[in-house]
């Protein structure tokens, strides 16, 4: 089987692999169970001066990225069933589910952008989705890009040392993750809380769902919404 694959097409390929050649998802692309590649777009340039950028029509502060030097590196690239996302503040919010989806499609095109923004046209024209980390503004696609493919790579087949851990952790469940602790028992004159020295499952088990349900409450209202509306409409099975 074909590995997944990650194409991203930036004016920065020397950000890649970066992060990502470390760790988990690096070892994974040593191992082959994903692939990385980079298009510089400046390669794709027409002129002389090697831009790829030109200043918005009807006026304004910044430039521009063009939509036919961006279709040529595109088009360059073999779409293979994969969706082709542009990170921007302006696109719909990353989430733990377009995640997963992602990991079970046969890779991701990545367009990273620069400047002011690329041309819409380009984002009509080649059916981009556009794709936002949060509600800041970053200097450039390049971090949202390996931020996506970060958490993508570890959700592949063989990529988690421990994937029992994918289950528990935040967003899985609709909920944050209940807090961790570990030996020492005692740190600073702070303990570890008695139930969690129980070895009692069934009250941990509750224990650490009523942390969850606690932090959502405070931190992530929208979240803890959300996960109210889900459980209406379909209750938690108990066998
Ligand atoms: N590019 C610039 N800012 C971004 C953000 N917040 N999310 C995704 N891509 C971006």
């Given at each position: 089987?074909?590995?997944?694959?990650?194409?991203?097409?930036?004016?920065?390929?020397?950000m890649?692999?970066?992060?990502?050649g470390?760790?988990?998802?690096?070892?994974?692309?040593?191992?082959?169970?994903?692939?990385l590649?980079?298009?510089?777009i400046r390669?794709?340039s027409?002129?002389?001066?090697?831009s790829?950028?030109d200043?918005?029509?009807?006026?304004g502060?910044?430039?521009v990225?063009?939509?036919d030097?961006?279709a040529?590196?595109?088009?360059?690239?073999?779409?293979?069933?994969?969706r082709?996302?542009?990170?921007?503040?302006?696109?719909?919010?990353?989430?733990?589910?377009?995640v997963?989806?992602?990991?079970?499609e046969?890779?991701?095109?990545l367009?990273?952008?620069?400047?002011?923004?690329?041309?819409?046209?380009?984002?009509?024209?080649?059916?981009?989705?556009?794709?936002s980390?949060?509600?800041?503004v970053?200097?450039?696609?390049?971090?949202?890009?390996?931020a996506?493919?970060?958490?993508?790579v570890?959700l592949?087949?063989g990529?988690l040392?421990?994937p029992?851990?994918?289950?528990?952790?935040?967003?899985?469940?609709?909920?944050l993750e209940?807090p961790q602790?570990?030996?020492?028992?005692?740190f600073?004159g702070?303990t570890?809380?008695?139930?969690?020295?129980?070895?009692?499952?069934?009250?941990?088990?509750a224990?650490?769902?009523?942390?969850?349900?606690?932090?959502?409450?405070?931190r992530?209202?929208d979240?803890?919404?959300a996960?109210?509306?889900r459980?209406?409409?379909?209750?938690?099975?108990t066998?």
């Amino acid at each position: 089987m074909t590995p997944w694959a990650a194409h991203v097409l930036t004016l920065y390929p020397e950000m890649f692999p970066g992060p990502l050649g470390v760790s988990l998802a690096g070892k994974a692309l040593g191992e082959g169970r994903w692939s990385l590649e980079t298009v510089n777009i400046r390669t794709f340039s027409d002129n002389r001066y090697q831009s790829v950028d030109d200043t918005p029509a009807g006026g304004g502060a910044g430039m521009v990225m063009r939509a036919d030097i961006l279709a040529a590196a595109l088009d360059s690239v073999p779409r293979q069933g994969r969706r082709v996302i542009y990170p921007t503040p302006r696109g719909v919010p990353l989430t733990q589910s377009l995640v997963r989806a992602l990991a079970e499609e046969p890779g991701v095109i990545l367009l990273c952008g620069r400047f002011e923004g690329v041309d819409q046209r380009l984002i009509e024209a080649r059916g981009l989705d556009e794709v936002s980390l949060g509600d800041f503004v970053l200097s450039g696609g390049e971090i949202a890009a390996l931020a996506l493919l970060d958490a993508t790579v570890r959700l592949l087949p063989g990529v988690l040392g421990a994937p029992e851990s994918l289950a528990e952790e935040s967003f899985e469940n609709g909920l944050l993750e209940y807090p961790q602790y570990t030996r020492p028992i005692e740190f600073e004159g702070l303990t570890i809380p008695d139930v969690l020295m129980s070895g009692h499952h069934a009250r941990i088990k509750a224990w650490r769902h009523a942390q969850s349900v606690q932090l959502t409450q405070h931190r992530r209202p929208d979240l803890w919404d959300a996960y109210q509306t889900r459980l209406a409409v379909r209750p938690p099975q108990t066998h």
